[in-house]
């Protein structure tokens, strides 16, 4: 089974529609991102959450909320969907390793949701 | 503003050759440098890791950091056309470690 899951996979929806994105992962990560990717805009970070109590918005986290329910659940919501939200979503995970001065971050990634709003 | 560029490519080698991939990144205190394979409609899959100046060698795949000069690179030797794919460098910024990722460089690989 893979570590990071995400569902739907792939959702059609219209505008003003509230979406719901889901994410669980089975890694025991305590750190959990939302991305978007957008062709020629590489991904960009939504919302992270470093444990259940601490959400933190990134660079685009207008027109979306999220929701930590536990651990291993991570869960995205666009409450009045927009076309311009069309767009690739990836949930990502990781375990902070602290290492001194180098400390590591690496992120791995769930399978997408390909969202696409008419 | 941190960002980190990558020529968007599309970088062209034949099959066999090596394949080089550069980044670079605005922020000094970056600590930690990722590069991600993503092939079209997948997601991101990481492929190597590096934190300190130097190489770092892991199968066919060499990871170079200079934080002197902000920026860092993937050699990929004995490409294959199965290697075709985006690659996206990725970089640990302040004390978050939040990573900010570039727009990725796309690599065919011709047989």
């Known amino acids: 089974d893979a570590d990071v899951t995400q569902t739907p996979r792939n959702r059609i929806t219209k505008t003003g529609k509230r979406i719901m994105l889901e994410c669980s992962q089975t890694?025991?990560?305590?750190?959990m991102y939302w991305y978007r990717q957008d062709p020629g805009l590489g991904l960009r970070l939504i919302y992270y959450s470093f444990d259940v109590k601490d959400i933190n918005k990134g660079e685009i986290s207008d027109g979306y909320s999220v929701s930590r329910q536990a651990q291993a659940k991570f869960s995205l919501s666009l409450e009045s969907a927009i076309p311009n939200q069309t767009a690739l979503y990836f949930c990502?995970?990781?375990?902070?390793?602290?290492?001194?001065?180098?400390?590591?971050?690496?992120?791995?990634f769930g399978p997408g949701t390909r969202l696409t709003v008419l | 503003q941190k960002e980190v560029e990558q020529n968007s490519g599309p970088l062209s080698v034949p099959e066999g050759a090596i394949a080089s991939l550069n980044c670079t990144y605005s922020?000094?205190?970056?600590?930690?440098f990722f590069w991600y394979r993503q092939y079209s409609g997948k997601s991101p899959e990481l492929i190597m890791s590096i934190y300190s100046n130097g190489d770092k060698e892991d199968g066919r795949f060499t990871a170079q950091l200079n934080k002197a000069s902000q920026y860092v690179s993937l050699l990929i030797r004995d490409s294959q056309p199965s290697d075709s794919a985006t690659y996206l460098c990725?970089?640990?910024?302040?004390?978050?470690?939040?990573?900010?990722f570039g727009s990725g460089t796309r690599l065919l690989v011709r047989p």
């Open positions: 890694k025991g990560h305590d750190r």
């Open positions: 922020d000094r205190g970056s600590q930690s």
């Open positions: 990502a995970t990781s375990d902070f390793q602290d290492r001194g001065l180098a400390g590591i971050n690496e992120q791995f």
């Open positions: 990725a970089v640990g910024m302040d004390s978050s470690y939040k990573l900010i």
